[in-house]
């Protein structure tokens, strides 16, 4: 199994070439926000194991907002974001991204501060402008770019042959049909045309940290519990109180902001998001941001890594990191379906989860025990996270048309090549996937 | 509790209570406002019906709705404009990136519109007219009276006809509409209430109240303090120093779709081998009822007849479609759903549905449909055409179709979520391929993925596959419209000349 990894290389513009950058990257897309994945500067359609990736200019729309709670906004400069999914580490995509694209990198950084394009050490520089989130939701750890290609290939072609035979050996007849498709995919596996690559051995020291994290973690926590219990009891009372008195701000975003947003948007069927914003004031909020993050990114490795995030399944990869010295955060997803309905769907499943770690931000709307309320408000909410939302100057999905139920689908189906079914049942089962 | 009577209906226009059935005769018309001074002169003393129930029930009906120019035109200040919605604002044709969300691309997009394609041609007001059989000619003579011609130009008079209480393809028509909780004896609490009901909080349908967040739409609300002419509007229930414009009133989403009758007959004819009740079967399937209204899953409740069994089911026995297809076209339009996947028996069991356990991969993709439900209000236009005389070669060309109309207190949240989340998605449900089989437009994805399938499971084995569907049911034209309460109307009409910026 190949673990997914991700990496966010940020650096500030320099002084008066936001402009030029914003072309620049422009010119990479064949749709507004979109990728051309054969664009000269960084073909990402060359790369078999990129499943995301985009260029963002993080700027602080919505710095002011702060000054509500009494607090004088940070100065922020424009900053370039690039940021991907990966599979394997990203050392080694590092060196595979400047082997096919140095030029293209070197262009593109050349904007930044702190970047020469002449005698930069390119791999040195995107090491170490890359930070590390806090947290991150894999939709399925493990799952490939490659195997989602091979395996949606393995999808088309089946399903195009079931048509052509199902009536001449008969619906019923499940058995029989297997056995046809079966022996279809062995003679397609033959000639060439179908690939089902058998998954690579997981990497021992990722096992070996995976494993440590597993067990680590709680096992710390329940070592802290006697001290972490007082503190919860201060932490939920004090949580309460600003809760009670924090400034609820109910700001609507401009149309031109909603359609420099909804531009980029419902091109295909899923979509990007990003959002910055500030992290309100205060130890007693950073301390549980943090530590809902911790847990979040606790679950996302071991509980919700196949397919659901809670009740959730409609997002591909999500991620949050601190930023500014933990003075602001910076949260982005892939999601299927437009932005209204993801949104619907968190407000209507997980209110409670987006509650949980979002209640820390400025601007989103008042919660109660920091899981209720909040998105509840639904125009408050709608409007915050809109408001927060960031244009992306550049995205790529390396499987346009296919949606994270898809690609469960896909596997499932998949499954069913390789491990026989017991009855007819499963078969039929299988079959209706197809 | 409030009593019945409590609810303010003489201040709300009739057609949010009545779908005014027995008044088959109707005209709908699209009006330009030329001299606004008059306009607001015959709005004055329009007899526009409210929902006061008569006996006997009134032989004609008038009932009124503006586009956002409309307001404009009429002189409403900007600050009250910046209230209503962006969807309104902006509206329905008036931003490519909302006409991509609607499906309205291809052979749908707004440049081919017959009306209300562009910001131009957005018409400023809708009057919908109601009598009885023969009697609206009468009635829009009565309408018309003083200042009607110096006030409007009519831009259009939308076609319509009484064809029986069937859609043009042949099937009975607006059986699913939700029943409006009016005294809010429903709670809206989830936790009270997770499983799929048709009452429905009347603040999704009527500005000014609870929705089903139990929460107030935002809507323009006025400082009596600083405009006078507020003080004859109701009060704000959640701001109370404040005016409310928009409390009883409602948008009206108004869309004029036309149906290709002969070439969906025929086509089914065709890929059913010209027998007939494989043909009657694979539309029952697409559209997800009998030709008589019957709903496809099996009744479930003993003792209830077929006939009152017509809105009484909802789709949880049937998860997989192996009855009514996921894709079917009621379906779509209304999945029924709770607020949880199936009932949660038990605070643990709720606790673990929350947490999204115990499901199977393509089990509750679409939850909740109380958020995202239409008060639907249209009607048909174009001549009959039975389904056995459209199949022949030599059926009449006619156009053909319907003015759909819904009334919703949330443009984006209900109209265009269930347009594009649930009818135009051909990914709605886990489906491959397909878009509703009667609204969809078969625009392919940008991967090149065809759209134009319609799949109906089949338990005993692969699913049933029709390919290559054309198109059915095609745009014309389309607009949003706010439906003011009685009040908001006096205050339009009461706007002073002095204010009016004809923005045209």
């Known amino acids: 199994m190949t673990p997914q990894s991700s990496f966010m290389i940020v650096a500030a513009v320099r002084d008066g070439q936001l402009k030029d950058l914003r072309a620049l990257l422009a010119s990479m897309n064949n749709l507004p926000g979109h990728a051309d994945p054969d664009n000269g500067l960084i073909p990402f359609g060359k790369f078999d194991r990129v499943h995301f990736a985009r260029f963002v200019i993080i700027e602080a729309r919505t710095a002011q907002e702060i000054r509500e709670f009494g607090v004088t906004p940070r100065p922020w400069r424009p900053t370039l974001a690039f940021l991907g999914d990966i599979d394997g580490d990203m050392q080694t995509f590092f060196l595979e991204l400047i082997e096919r694209a140095e030029p293209g990198l070197k262009k593109i950084f050349s904007h930044c501060e702190g970047f020469s394009e002449e005698d930069q050490d390119l791999l040195g520089w995107m090491k170490a402008n890359n930070i590390n989130a806090s947290a991150t939701y894999v939709n399925w750890i493990g799952r490939t770019v490659r195997q989602i290609h091979e395996e949606a290939a393995l999808h088309r072609s089946l399903s195009i042959y079931l048509q052509k035979t199902a009536d001449d050996v008969g619906r019923e007849n499940v058995r029989a049909l297997r056995q046809k498709l079966l022996s279809y995919v062995e003679m397609e596996k033959y000639k060439g045309t179908l690939t089902l690559t058998p998954p690579e051995p997981t990497p021992p020291e990722w096992k070996m940290r995976n494993l440590l994290h597993m067990i680590g973690v709680p096992l710390i926590l329940l070592l802290l519990s006697p001290l972490l219990l007082v503190i919860a009891l201060i932490f939920a009372l004090r949580l309460r109180m600003l809760e009670r008195s924090d400034p609820e701000l109910f700001i609507r975003p401009s149309r031109e902001h909603l359609a420099e947003l909804t531009v980029q948007e419902d091109q295909d069927v899923s979509n990007q998001y990003s959002v910055f914003g500030d992290v309100k004031p205060g130890v007693v909020r950073l301390l549980t941001f943090k530590f809902i993050l911790l847990l979040t990114d606790y679950f996302a490795r071991h509980v919700y890594n196949h397919g659901f995030l809670a009740r959730i399944k409609t997002i591909h990869f999500a991620r949050w990191v601190f930023m500014d010295n933990n003075h602001r955060v910076f949260f982005a997803s892939n999601y299927d379906g437009s932005h209204e309905s993801y949104m619907d769907d968190f407000i209507n499943k997980v209110g409670w989860g987006l509650n949980l770690t979002f209640t820390n931000g400025v601007g989103y709307p008042t919660t109660q025990w920091i899981i209720k309320e909040g998105a509840n408000r639904e125009h408050a909410f709608k409007y915050t996270q809109r408001r927060h939302q960031i244009p992306t100057e550049v995205w790529y999905k390396a499987y346009p048309g296919l949606t994270a139920v898809d690609l469960a689908r896909n596997s499932r189906i998949r499954q069913g090549v390789e491990i026989r079914q017991s009855n007819d049942a499963e078969i039929r089962e299988w079959l209706s996937l197809i | 509790m409030k009593e019945s009577s409590d609810f303010e209906f003489d201040d709300l226009q009739g057609l949010l209570r009545f779908g005014y059935g027995k008044l088959t005769d109707t005209s709908f018309m699209l009006l330009n406002i030329v001299n606004a001074d008059l306009a607001k002169k015959w709005l004055e003393t329009a007899p526009i019906s409210s929902a006061i129930t008569q006996d006997p029930p009134p032989d004609t009906a008038l009932q009124i709705a503006f586009s956002v120019e409309g307001l404009r035109a009429l002189g409403l200040e900007e600050s009250v404009v910046e209230g209503f919605s962006d969807e309104f604002i902006v509206g329905m044709a008036g931003d490519e990136s909302r006409s991509r969300r609607l499906g309205d691309v291809g052979n749908n997009a707004p440049q081919q519109w017959k009306w209300g394609g562009n910001a131009a041609q957005v018409p400023h007001v809708l009057l919908l007219l109601y009598a009885t059989k023969g009697g609206i000619t009468a009635w829009q003579k009565t309408i018309e009276g003083e200042y009607f011609s110096g006030a409007f130009q009519l831009l259009q008079e939308l076609p319509t006809l009484?064809?029986?209480?069937?859609?043009?393809?042949?099937?009975?028509?607006?059986i699913s509409q939700p029943t409006v909780d009016w005294m809010q004896r429903q709670s809206t609490d989830t936790h009270e209430r997770d499983r799929y009901s048709n009452l429905l909080a009347p603040g999704e349908i009527v500005l000014g109240y609870r929705n089903e967040y139990g929460q107030y739409t935002a809507r323009p609300l006025i400082d009596s303090r600083k405009d006078q002419l507020a003080t004859v509007l109701p009060g704000a229930e959640d701001d109370p120093p404040l005016k409310d414009f928009g409390r009883n009133g409602t948008y009206l989403v108004l869309r004029q779709l036309s149906q290709d009758v002969p070439g969906f007959w025929q086509f089914l004819d065709k890929v059913s081998d010209h027998i007939p009740e494989k043909r009657e079967q694979l539309a029952a399937a697409m559209v997800g009822r009998e030709l008589d209204g019957t709903p496809l899953v099996p009744a479930h409740i003993p003792g209830i007849s077929r006939k009152e069994y017509e809105n009484d089911f909802t789709y949880d026995q049937d998860s997989k479609g192996n009855y009514c297809p996921l894709g079917a076209h009621v379906r779509r339009s209304n999945p029924?759903?709770?607020?949880?996947?199936?009932?949660?028996?038990?605070?643990?069991?709720?606790?673990?549905?929350?947490?999204?356990?115990?499901?199977?991969?393509?089990?509750?993709?679409?939850?909740?449909?109380?958020?995202?439900?239409?008060?639907?209000?249209?009607?048909?236009?174009?001549?009959?055409?039975?389904?056995?005389?459209?199949?022949?070669?030599?059926?009449?060309?006619?156009?053909?179709?319907?003015?759909?109309?819904?009334?919703?207190?949330?443009?984006?949240?209900?109209?265009?979520?269930v347009q594009n989340a649930w009818t135009m998605n051909s990914k709605f449900d886990g489906v491959q391929n397909e878009k509703d089989p009667m609204l969809g437009n078969r625009e392919p994805l940008m991967s090149g993925e065809s759209t134009d399938h319609f799949n109906s499971p089949d338990p005993s084995g692969p699913r049933r596959t029709t390919c290559h569907l054309p198109q059915f049911v095609t745009t014309l034209g389309g607009g949003y419209f706010f439906m003011p309460g009685l009040r908001a109307l006096k205050y339009i009409s009461a706007l002073p000349a002095n204010r009016t910026g004809s923005p045209s």
């Open chain 2, 162 to 174: 009484y064809i029986g209480d069937i859609e043009p393809f042949g099937f009975p028509d607006s």
């Open chain 2, 336 to 417: 029924r759903t709770g607020d949880l996947p199936t009932s949660a028996c038990g605070p643990l069991d709720r606790l673990i549905k929350i947490l999204g356990f115990g499901q199977r991969p393509d089990e509750d993709l679409i939850a909740s449909s109380r958020f995202h439900r239409l008060l639907r209000r249209g009607r048909s236009y174009g001549p009959a055409l039975a389904p056995k005389d459209a199949i022949k070669p030599q059926a009449p060309v006619a156009e053909r179709g319907i003015q759909f109309i819904c009334l919703v207190g949330n443009i984006s949240r209900q109209f265009e979520f």
